[in-house]
């Protein structure tokens, strides 16, 4: 059962313009969203994070985006640069399990970017 | 900072031998680690969730006896595959965190089993 769902399994963008990766999750009780981005052969690399208390975060190039009630969550990357090209994972956690897992991760399945000259 | 090792960053095994992967934490103290198998093109798969000084809490479906996991000190847990299979070759990764809610992740090992 898949509770974090990356509808797109890749997206080709045009380097300057704007890459938009969506996700989308079905527990209610997550809490902490994250975005995770892996090269081939290499462990995910954390970009940038959202707590459910917030509907935005920025750092630098990187925004984002969390609509609660639609349980969906977007990262913005402005503008695209095609060291960006690679897979972008959405993670998310819940606060019932920080006591037993502690922190234990749900991820998507990931979207492959490529940023295009 | 934030930084976490693991070692070897690829194996080749003969069938029916262990072999033990080792994940650390270089700059900060991690009170829980992860470990995770990522298949082809395919998200990464929780296996188990250790926390210093007891036992890994393993997911469903992973057997405990063939991926063995310690969790020594607050910087370095191990996961060993007994016995292992041509179906263990796989890309296991592992993560770390010091009880907020960020993972930060190894670089991988790349398994191979002939």
């Known amino acids: 059962d898949q509770q974090v769902k990356q509808n797109s399994p890749s997206l080709s963008v045009q380097e300057g313009r704007i890459s938009i990766l969506n996700c989308d999750y079905t527990?209610?009780?997550?809490?902490?969203f994250l975005w995770y981005k892996k090269y081939p052969a290499e462990g995910p690399t954390f970009l940038i994070s959202?707590?459910?208390?917030?509907d935005k975060n920025e750092d630098g190039r990187f925004t984002v985006f969390l609509n609660k009630s639609a349980k969906h969550l977007s990262l913005h990357i402005v503008p695209s640069q095609p060291g960006d090209s690679a897979v972008y994972f959405c993670?998310?956690?819940?606060?019932?399990?920080?006591?037993?897992?502690?922190?234990?991760?749900?991820f998507g399945r990931g979207t492959q970017l490529t940023v295009w000259p | 900072g934030a930084v976490v090792s693991q070692h070897p960053s690829w194996v080749i095994c003969k069938s029916g031998t262990s072999v033990k992967i080792e994940c650390r934490s270089l700059?900060?103290?991690?009170?829980?680690m992860f470990w995770y198998r990522q298949f082809p093109k395919q998200s990464l798969m929780l296996m188990a969730t250790?926390?210093?000084?007891?036992?890994?809490?393993?997911e469903q479906g992973v057997e405990k006896d063939k991926f063995l996991i310690n969790h020594a000190s607050l910087t370095l847990s191990t996961l060993t595959v007994t016995s292992a299979h041509p179906e263990d070759s796989s890309f296991y990764i592992c993560?770390?965190?010091?009880?907020?809610?960020?993972?930060?992740f190894g670089p991988g090992t790349r398994l191979t089993v002939l």
């Open positions: 993560s770390a965190s010091q009880g907020a809610d960020t993972q930060y």
């Open positions: 527990n209610s009780m997550f809490d902490y």
């Open positions: 959202i707590s459910s208390i917030k």
């Open positions: 993670a998310a956690s819940a606060v019932a399990d920080r006591g037993s897992t502690l922190g234990r991760l749900y």
């Open positions: 700059d900060f103290q991690a009170t829980t």
């Open positions: 250790s926390n210093e000084g007891s036992k890994a809490t393993y």
